[in-house]
Nanobody, 122 residues
């Protein structure tokens, strides 16, 4: 079993930055692809970004490319999501996930965190 706990969410004005962290426990995440998803009110949970177990490969939602960066530290069992140039449409609950590469959809996730709220005001 893997337990995932997100942190770093909050409220920020448009154009600002936030860095989300995902701390894993229970077992090492080094064998998992890791990803971030988000869910806005009234919408389905959507893919944001994923990173391979080695960190060499990444995928991003088109609308966040160039603004968000996902990284991982297997030694620390953590995954980060650096979010820059935030927009109001980025407002959502952000979830960390562990699963199968390329982890582009919720179907590929085996473990989820509880989520952290990100609110971007205009």
């Amino acid at each position: 079993q893997v337990q995932l706990v997100e942190s770093g969410g909050g409220s920020v004005q448009a154009g600002g930055s936030l860095r989300l962290s995902c701390a894993a426990s229970g077992r090492t995440i080094s064998s998992f692809a890791m990803g971030w998803f988000r869910q806005a009110p009234g919408k389905e949970r959507e893919f944001v970004g994923s990173i391979s177990w080695s960190g060499r490969m990444t995928n991003y939602l088109d609308s966040v490319k160039g603004r968000f960066t996902i990284s991982r530290d297997n030694a620390k069992n953590t995954v980060l999501l650096q979010m820059n140039s935030l927009k109001p449409e980025d407002t959502a609950v952000y979830y960390c996930a562990a699963g199968r590469w390329p982890l582009l959809g919720t179907y590929a996730s085996e473990y989820w965190g509880q989520g952290t709220q990100v609110t971007v005001s205009s």
